[in-house]
């Protein structure tokens, strides 16, 4: 059982052009916001969308693979773990980030899409 603890599991698409940080350490680190939607009717019988924007880093080889392949609007799978960091903004309030760290990625859609 523990290869399902903290599994993510996301099928959605790419909100904004990733960005990608080399850091000093001569790592390489991705980030990006996919859009996730539910469909649902409802009371009066309409077709509603539910959309959820997730935050998703990617690091190492998988960065390069969203750096090379991945771009605004492409329909992506995402295979990974949720990782919440705080950090201090200049005025000294403390903030929480969850974000989605990706394991894998798999491109879904047409080979033209980017």
Not at 87 to 104: F, H, I, L, P, S
Request: no cysteine; proline share 1%; hydrophobic share 30%.
């Amino acid at each position: 059982m523990s290869s399902i603890k903290n599994h993510v599991q996301l099928i959605g698409n790419v909100g904004q052009e990733p960005t990608v940080t080399n850091l000093e350490s001569g790592k390489k680190v991705v980030r990006f916001s996919i859009a996730t939607n539910e469909y649902y009717k409802d009371a009066k019988g309409e077709k509603q969308t539910d959309t959820n924007w997730h935050t998703v880093v990617a690091w190492g080889k998988t960065a390069d693979i969203v750096e090379n392949y991945v771009g605004k609007g492409k329909e992506i799978g995402i295979v990974g773990k949720l990782k919440t960091r705080t950090y201090t903004t200049d005025d000294g309030n403390q903030r929480y980030v969850t974000e989605v760290v990706a394991d894998e990625i798999l491109l879904l859609g047409s080979k033209d899409d980017k």
